[in-house]
């Protein structure tokens, strides 16, 4: 990239009117209201009720007796009054809701715990979703179950006797897999934990339920889905995919063509394209892969690096839409400038990702972390982890997009109507491009903005593990705009097609590369027609 002068536009006297400044209080305003809800979150979490253990140790024993010391007599088992305490929530998938007040106590501190999906003389119904009355009596009465101890040994014990029973949902999607083997085998020990195909469940990670095999009813634990499979990630996949084809080859067009990479706006795109690209392969990855057949390494960091990517992507666009901003203002742009804008913008990047994994690994409440690299690798979409640190930066990133973008178009207002040269480039082919990036952020900002709408849709509705397969298509049509608009409106793409595809030659209007200055010491080496001809278009 070469650098750009101010006394290379000598074609005309171009006087800078002032222009209107919006106001920034309504800015100010967003920025102060944002910090307040992040703040209260943040409050909230911190100033939570201590309970005496975590959700999954604990039962419900509201109907148990309680002493006169406060203690509760539960199924055989004294629970202390210190173990004990009245709570408004359940737990389900690791997430807090709200429900009827109630006294539960931590009996698994005291005696290993098994879970039960459903109370006594019913059964999962996996249609529904939901505990349904037995259609057969006596399949559900189990009250012995083979337990592995330490040294190996099996054994059948009675429930009862050997663990307390939880009667706790667990989980919303649950793993049943009627016809993979490996599904009816599976090691209860005798801490209440389960193993099954490689992988060790903790007590509200599993529930037991009587399920029907080769005709016969027998106990069987069903684990919480954290994989989806299915139509609509499929469909999520291929759209993506197709996406990321379509970016791999605009990116390898604008590196190809000189003009194109030697140019601000060229630049820039090359590294947007490329960090999204990057993201998204990323994100298809995870979606493809169930996270069971990752390390807890490897899923944090595939995850942290998309994470990383998507938002270096959109901080790029910044660069580019000040860079039309100063271009229209008759500012150059010198390469050192923008080197260190890229480096700096790497860096915020960086920078962030290290921040969203220092709150992961802290010790703030679970509701406000991301999520990654717990039961997923990529943002846990039941936590508002992903609205604070995805879609808010990105939100303020593209306002600060679209703000540059806004304050170029009101420069070109006030340019004189002869104008060729803006700092060194052609007025023409500037504002074409600028044209057609307008277009391109205004659809990059419909798209995540709608992605955002859904997220806080899904969170009202309670429907967290939907991957919405628009998504795919909307990142789908984002690359085909981005094809069209940024690619075959490109007019130095259109002269080097011309020139090395079709064979016919565009108008001279198109001949000018990014930087007038370049241009001026190729046409040292001209002949003196070729000069003239070139002083006749300036």
Not at 8 to 20: D, K, L, N, Q
Request: glycine share 6%; charged share 20%; proline share 3%.
């Amino acid at each position: 990239m070469k650098l750009q002068h101010d006394r290379h536009s000598t074609h005309s006297a171009i006087s800078r009117s002032p222009t209107t400044i919006p106001s920034r209080h309504s800015m100010r305003r967003l920025l102060s209201f944002i910090s307040i809800v992040l703040f209260s979150f943040f409050i909230c979490s911190t100033c939570a009720k201590e309970y005496p253990c975590p959700y999954s140790q604990t039962v419900n024993i509201t109907d148990g007796l309680r002493l006169k010391d406060g203690s509760y007599s539960f199924e055989g088992l004294i629970i202390p009054a210190n173990l004990t305490a009245e709570y408004k929530v359940k737990v389900i998938d690791g997430i807090e809701y709200s429900a009827p007040k109630h006294w539960r106590g931590c009996a698994c501190l005291l005696k290993p715990c098994v879970t039960f999906c459903c109370p006594p003389k019913m059964h999962y119904d996996e249609k529904h979703h939901n505990c349904s009355l037995n259609e057969k009596d006596g399949h559900s009465q189990h009250t012995h179950i083979e337990v592995t101890f330490v040294n190996g040994s099996t054994s059948a014990v009675n429930i009862k006797d050997t663990f307390i029973v939880r009667y706790e949902f667990g989980c919303k999607n649950k793993i049943i897999e009627r016809k993979k083997n490996e599904f009816w085998k599976w090691d209860l020990y005798e801490n209440g934990t389960l193993k099954r195909d490689g992988h060790m469940y903790s007590t509200d990670e599993y529930c037991f339920t009587p399920l029907e095999n080769k005709k016969a009813w027998s106990l069987t634990p069903l684990t919480c889905e954290r994989f989806k499979k299915g139509f609509r990630v499929w469909i999520y996949a291929i759209c993506t995919s197709l996406a990321i084809i379509i970016n791999i080859g605009i990116i390898l067009m604008f590196v190809a063509i000189k003009d194109v990479r030697n140019s601000n706006y060229g630049e820039g795109l090359i590294f947007h394209l490329f960090a999204l690209t990057m993201g998204l392969c990323f994100l298809v990855y995870l979606h493809l892969k169930n996270p069971l057949n990752l390390s807890h390494t490897a899923c944090r960091n595939i995850g942290f690096l998309a994470y990383f990517f998507i938002i270096v992507s959109f901080l790029i666009l910044n660069i580019i839409s000040g860079s039309f901003w100063a271009i229209f203002s008759l500012k150059s742009i010198k390469t050192w400038y923008l080197k260190v804008l890229y480096g700096l913008t790497f860096a915020v990047g960086l920078a962030m990702k290290y921040v969203v994994k220092a709150v992961q690994d802290s010790n703030v409440g679970r509701h406000l972390k991301p999520g990654i690299g717990e039961d997923f690798c990529w943002f846990d979409t039941r936590l508002w982890g992903i609205l604070f640190y995805l879609y808010i930066p990105i939100l303020i990133s593209m306002g600060a997009s679209l703000f540059c973008a806004v304050r170029a178009y009101f420069q070109i207002f006030h340019l004189p109507g002869d104008t060729q040269m803006v700092a060194g480039k052609d007025f023409k082919i500037t504002k074409t491009h600028y044209i057609s990036y307008c277009i391109y952020i205004l659809v990059v900002f419909s798209i995540w903005m709608r992605e955002m709408i859904v997220y806080i849709t899904a969170r009202i509705r309670e429907h967290f593990f939907i991957i919405d397969y628009w998504s795919g298509i909307c990142v789908l049509s984002l690359a085909c705009v981005g094809f069209v608009f940024l690619l075959y409106k490109n007019k130095f793409v259109q002269k080097w097609w011309s020139e090395n595809v079709t064979g016919t030659a565009k108008d001279a209007e198109y001949d000018l590369t990014p930087d007038y200055s370049f241009l001026r010491v190729q046409n040292v080496k001209k002949s003196e027609p070729n000069d003239n001809a070139e002083n006749g278009t300036e």
